[in-house]
């Protein structure tokens, strides 16, 4: 098959995907281990394309991957070895005022419509210097779009009103939709309907910024939620913050939000992550830089369009902060690098050991168009990078930062995006990262054609490599095998990951054996599933 063809073929996973709210059973081939229960949930963009009378074209066309509108989806995998599928569109609201309107409206990822007239849903208040959110009350549960990351159970939501007492999931009791603004919506676990939309200024008012990272970081043994808010401004004011749970609930609430840091040195940037360890939150400042402070957003209603052009010059600065007691103990600098992606952080004696998967440069953005995609052009995939933040608690002169060691960066062969890591072991030291990867990105045949699986503690090895040609897989997830220790059994259970076929146009549910990542079994779905973000897998109770 030609290169081109194989393009061809899986270009449909960009486009639109068949909704499917009652469950279907997929075919299963192979042999899925008997442990293997749970569910798998991911989200993404499920909608890139809204017929519209309205619009000159006959539709409203949205134009970069990160715009699809969204949509939800679980795969179950049953205690008798049955796989079942469904999906929700989660942003069914947002969809008919695009109809409506006959275009996109507000502020999106990379549209760029200089005739936006309606309002901005990041920065409606961009002016002067603070952010006056459109109140979520005002909202209903699909009027935003939010489908990046998932967080079952999140801290702050535990008897929210919007909840009812009668789910009885067998996974979570609920589960959190977040994105890169400050937008959150409650998602039904067991049929994937939108209940509500918040956002975290609505949990504490103190929370006054229009952006946060996708990926926050939350505790598995404490319940502790982090992340930061970003309020653009003259001067940009990022707040990074915790949410703890409450034994007893107080004022009528069962969590409560600290401030562990104001970070007002630093550009207003597109920070995808943040991370943290046992001991500290790590925001990395990344180049990322958005013109004018975040100011030009208004102007254009635009993420992607209004990043300011690439200085290579301009360091990135790690800031350390105590994630207990507040405060900003250090910074680092090292050169400038974009990102997506953390791989892991962990504390080593007095270092902080970060792993990230890094681009040379934020040209990224602009090749993640939907056209670009399905064009096949070629488009560089991240690397992965150890910095290593030194004598943590050394006494430093003033409030320069130091240098930030770089231990290793792996070289384009080992390439890997969407990098997950054993679930028990985010923010503690660990070996294995899994991820996507490229043959040859130079002579690319879609976003990514393979799954690899990087030895972060031997970064001469070899990557190990899954692959079948004219197919592209989405994030791979870890699922240990019950009973297997983290810290000598790692990669001890199954990826799995969904792999769009070209040739048939369908995709389907892969399961590898994470220690050689030979093939154990296969789900086929009956339909294209969307190229997507992230997902969480869980347990059956
Ligand atoms: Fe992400």
Not at 48 to 68: C, E, M, R, T
Not at 243 to 264: F, H, M, N, P, T
Not at 387 to 413: D, H, W
Not at 422 to 435: E, F, N, Q, S, V
Request: one cysteine or more; glycine letters at 8%.
């Amino acid at each position: 098959m030609s290169t081109t063809r194989m393009a061809e073929g899986i270009a449909i996973g960009y486009e639109n995907a068949v909704e499917q709210r009652e469950p279907v059973k997929l075919q299963v081939t192979g042999t899925i281990p008997s442990w293997l229960t749970g569910r798998l949930y991911r989200t993404g963009p499920g909608t890139q394309n809204i017929p519209s009378n309205n619009a000159p074209s006959g539709s409203v066309y949205l134009k970069h991957w990160f715009d699809g509108l969204g949509m939800t989806h679980c795969f179950e995998i049953t205690l008798t070895g049955e796989v079942k599928y469904r999906n929700h569109s989660t942003a069914l609201g947002l969809q008919a005022r695009y109809e409506k309107a006959g275009k996109a409206v507000g502020t999106t990822f990379g549209q760029q419509d200089p005739c936006e007239a309606i309002f901005s849903e990041f920065f409606t208040a961009f002016e002067p210097l603070g952010v006056d959110h459109p109140p979520a009350e005002q909202c209903g549960p699909d009027d935003r779009n939010v489908s990046v990351t998932l967080t079952p159970d999140m801290s702050g939501f535990t008897s929210h009103h919007a909840i009812p007492s009668g789910i009885s999931s067998a996974g979570p009791r609920y589960i959190v939709a977040k994105s890169d603004n400050d937008a959150l919506q409650i998602l039904d676990p067991d049929t994937l309907r939108p209940l509500h939309y918040t956002t975290y200024n609505y949990l504490d008012p103190r929370l006054d910024g229009s952006m946060s990272a996708a990926h926050s970081c939350q505790d598995k043994e404490t319940g502790e939620f982090f992340n930061y808010t970003l309020r653009f401004g003259r001067t940009a004011v990022y707040k990074v913050f915790r949410i703890r749970r409450l034994s007893r609930a107080e004022s009528g609430k069962d969590y409560e939000v600290d401030i562990l840091a104001e970070i007002k040195d630093a550009p207003a940037a597109y920070l995808h992550a943040l991370t943290m360890t046992e001991k500290y939150v790590v925001l990395s400042v990344w180049q990322g830089d958005f013109d004018s402070n975040g100011a030009s957003i208004r102007q254009n209603h635009s993420i992607a369009g209004s990043i300011a052009p690439w200085k290579p010059k301009q360091s990135s600065t790690f800031y350390v902060i105590d994630r207990h007691a507040g405060g900003i103990v250090v910074k680092f600098e090292t050169e400038a690098f974009f990102a997506f992606h953390y791989i892991n952080a962990y504390d080593s004696g007095d270092d902080i050991v970060i792993d990230i998967a890094v681009y040379d440069d934020h040209s990224v953005l602009q090749l993640l168009y939907v056209d670009i995609l399905k064009s096949g052009t070629p488009s560089p995939l991240s690397r992965a990078r150890r910095f290593v933040l030194k004598n943590i608690r050394e006494q430093s002169s003033g409030e320069s930062a130091r240098q930030a060691k770089v231990e290793y960066t792996l070289p384009p062969s080992s390439s890997i995006e969407l990098c997950t890591v054993h679930p028990a072991l985010y923010h503690k030291p660990y070996r294995y990262t899994y991820g996507i990867n490229k043959e040859d990105f130079t002579k690319s045949v879609g976003f990514t054609d393979r799954i690899v699986k990087l030895d972060m503690s031997e970064p001469e090895s070899e990557p190990k490599i899954w692959t079948i040609p004219g197919t592209a897989p989405g994030e791979p997830i870890f699922v240990p095998r019950p009973g297997s220790s983290p810290e000598t059994q790692e990669d001890d259970g199954i990826l799995l990951s969904v792999v769009l076929d070209g040739k048939t146009q369908k995709s389907m549910l892969v399961m590898l054996d994470a220690k050689d990542l030979t093939e154990v079994a296969r789900a086929y779905m009956g339909t294209h599933f969307p190229f997507g973000f992230h997902g969480v897998f869980t347990g059956l109770k």
